[in-house]
């Protein structure tokens, strides 16, 4: 998979998003990050640009009630329903269900294992290779949990 790593809103820390980068890309996976602050528009555009299977998002500021449905927002506005969103960081419990309508199809918070991560991208991969949907436009909801 090529997958497009990015930090939207104002959130200054990428230790993580870092992490995850280099163990995807241990894994065999293309990862492209984006660096810090980036605007819902501008990761659309990179994911769009690079030609992206999936999006990670990285948010710790709390901000990820407004920012990740407009990325999903802007992702299926702009053709690419069939990338397949996932996210890390801090997201409360009660903000879960929100993420996933979104179109969110995992949710790491803090001490989730870089194999749980990978091991995601391998069903996530399988389900495309089977035709299934799996993209923030699909109607079908699949989730890892």
Sequence with gaps: MKI???KPGLDGHDRG???????????GHEVVYTGLRRTPEEIS???MDEDANALGLSTLSGAHDV???RIC???RETGMGNVMVFLGGIIPD???ENMFSSGVRAIFGPGSRTDE???????ANSRVESGAPIG???????RWN
């Design 4 to 6: 497009v790593m990015a």
């Design 17 to 27: 998003a870092k992490v995850i980068a280099r163990s995807l890309r241990d894994g």
């Design 45 to 47: 555009r990179i994911v």
């Design 67 to 69: 920012l990740v449905p």
């Design 73 to 75: 927002e802007l992702l």
């Design 94 to 96: 009660r903000d879960h």
């Design 117 to 123: 991560i990978l091991s995601f991208l391998d069903e």
């Design 136 to 142: 923030v436009g699909d109607e079908d909801g699949w």
